[in-house]
């Protein structure tokens, strides 16, 4: 009996331990993540904002680096002086300007401002653009996710983008001439939830004829090969995809966008690419090539 019960145990740990060896393969697999929503958030520029009050006079001061117009919202708790600048707000900064703002009476100011911003110009037309497809020549990839289609791309903010099955660490090229005006390339992971959405990797560059800007979406940690700043060229590389974000499968998420009245300050239009061929009639299973 002895014997019996011995030869069970050791039955019963060798088999422990093959499902334990099996849970490992199946999560290298397919990507077991428990990751938590990173803490940290990211942003994609920034700008210089100062302010000094001195005698009932409130200066302040504003510097865009950017090769793209700025808007600025100003905020303060007193219900007077946030009168006063909501006749103002948003201000306009110019691509690569300085603007200085003086506001007189002003008897009471409790010392604190915060700001908020969006890229973009509401005061300027905007003009089509046909643009390249997102990665190298004589390269071919599939459509994940066409327009307006449920999932990501049923809201004002990306109801025209794409989505191609780029891979993790393909790399992804720019679809116009243009700067580089927004880059966040420090998370490193993804999820499929509403939660994991301000938590993307990507890169927007501003196309300063057309007044549009192209964002690339989801990239791996790290991924971005150029800086604010730069100027590119179409066919240039400038990132590597990867699956950071609100994401269920490494790709990329491809959007053209223009300057709006809205809470994301940017809205997505349909796009046109060289060659005569239009993102709307993209569908999912699609194969296209540059």
């Known amino acids: 009996m002895e014997n019996l019960f011995r030869k069970l145990r050791n039955y019963g740990s060798i088999n422990y331990v ?42 302040l001061e504003f510097k865009n680096p950017l090769h793209a117009p700025l808007r600025v919202w100003i905020f303060n708790s007193n219900k007077d002086l946030q009168t006063i600048l909501n006749e103002i707000n948003p201000i306009e900064i110019e691509a690569g300007k300085d603007t200085s703002l003086v506001f007189n009476n002003v008897t009471e ?79 490193k992971f993804g999820g499929k939830g509403e939660e994991w959405k301000p938590y993307a990797n990507y890169i927007t560059i501003y196309e300063p004829h057309s007044g549009v800007f192209i964002q690339y979406v989801h990239l791996v940690h790290k991924g971005s090969l150029v800086n604010i700043g730069d100027k590119v060229k179409t066919g240039q590389p400038i990132a590597l995809s990867g699956n950071t974000g609100q994401s269920t499968t490494e790709h990329l998420h491809f959007n053209c966008l223009i300057p709006d009245n809205s809470e994301d300050g940017l809205w997505s239009v349909p796009i046109e690419f060289v060659g005569g061929i239009y993102g709307e009639d993209l569908r999912a299973g699609d194969i296209v090539k540059r």
Do not use: M
């Not at 490992?24 to 994609?44: A, D, M, N």
């Not at 999932?151 to 989505?163: E, G, K, Q, V, Y």
């Open 18 to 59: 093959r499902i334990l060896v099996v849970s490992v393969l199946i999560c290298f697999s397919y990507g077991c993540r428990t990751t938590k929503v990173p803490t940290e958030k990211y942003s994609q520029y920034d700008y210089h904002r100062s302010f000094h009050y001195s005698d009932d006079h409130l200066n």
């Open 109 to 187: 100011f409790d010392g604190q401002l915060s700001f908020s911003s969006r890229i973009g110009s509401l005061s300027r037309e905007v003009y089509p653009v046909k643009l390249a497809f997102p990665f190298p020549e004589n390269r071919e990839y599939r459509v994940l996710q066409g327009n307006n289609t449920n999932f990501t791309h049923n809201t004002d903010w990306s109801r025209h983008a794409i989505d191609f099955d780029l891979k993790t660490n393909d790399t992804i090229t720019s679809s116009s001439n243009g700067y580089v005006v927004g880059v966040v390339d420090g998370y």
